[in-house]
Nanobody, 122 residues
Framework: VQLQASGGGSVQAGGSLRLSCAHS????????MGWFRQAPGKEREFVAA????????YYADSVRGRFTISRDNAKNTVYLQMIGLKPEDTAVYYC????????????????WGQGTLVTVSS
């Protein structure tokens, strides 16, 4: 399984970005997909996750209402739509996959993408 994240960039506070994560495997639809982020000097933290069938969505309190995770199993892609971005959202964003149900701890995920940088200026 290989994951390729894209869509990061630099925006001003209040702006929006959409991150994408392409999954190389043929069994994409069987994986729970998650987004995590890591800011400089901080630990990697959970952002959002979506179950394999897309029926269960989970968000960190810090992004709920501003970020939306979705997936297109036909395109083997998971998305993270981010609106109302804040400077504290600045981080490298990683997508990850796991074969079981939704969990929020980074160590629970089996596969990781390379990360894409999001920078939000005030």
């Amino acid at each position: 399984v290989q994951l390729q994240a894209s869509g990061g960039g630099s925006v001003q506070a209040g702006g929006s970005l959409r991150l994408s994560c392409a999954h190389s495997g043929r069994t994409f639809s069987s994986y729970t997909m998650g987004w995590f982020r890591q800011a400089p000097g901080k630990e990697r933290e959970f952002v959002a996750a979506i179950s394999w069938i897309g029926g269960s969505l989970y968000y960190a309190d810090s992004v709920r209402g501003r970020f939306t995770i979705s997936r297109d199993n036909a395109k083997n892609t998971v998305y993270l739509q981010m609106i109302g971005l804040k400077p504290e959202d600045t981080a490298v964003y990683y997508c990850a996959a796991r074969g079981g149900g939704v969990l929020v701890t980074p160590g629970s995920y089996d596969y990781w993408g390379q990360g894409t940088l999001v920078t939000v200026s005030s």
